[in-house]
């Protein structure tokens, strides 16, 4: 049974940082391309970060550049997101996702080609 576990969330001062964890279990996802979204209240789920398989390309949405950092594991199976600078419109419930099929630019955002999805962990960036 494929599983995607976030964990890493929590509440933060604006400015400060957090790390998201997202581990993999089921399979190896290490041909994967890996991605994390968010959602906030009243609003669609939308792009954040991903890590490309083959290659390792890392794609960023614009209001996380320079912010946030996607990186992988793939002896454990774990993809991570670490986010400094935080800021009050930072604040979503953040999901993990993964896809086997190739992408390149910005396919590599899109919602609903991604195949597994985590239960998501709560961000609070309180101001």
């Known amino acids: 049974q494929v599983q995607l576990v976030e964990s890493g969330g929590g509440l933060v001062q604006a400015g400060g940082s957090l790390r998201l964890s997202c581990v993999a279990s089921g399979r190896t996802f290490s041909r994967d391309t890996m991605g994390w979204f968010r959602q906030a209240p009243g609003k669609e789920r939308e792009f954040v970060a991903a890590?490309?398989?083959?290659?390792?390309?890392?794609y960023y949405a614009d209001f996380v550049k320079g912010r946030f950092t996607i990186s992988r594991d793939n002896a454990k199976n774990t993809v991570f997101l670490q986010m400094n600078s935080l800021k009050s419109e930072d604040t979503a419930v953040y999901y993990c996702a993964a896809r086997r099929d190739f992408c390149s630019g910005s396919g590599c955002a899109t919602v609903y080609e991604y195949a597994y999805w985590g239960q998501g962990t709560q961000v609070t960036v309180s101001s």
């Open positions: 890590v490309r398989w083959p290659g390792g390309s890392l």
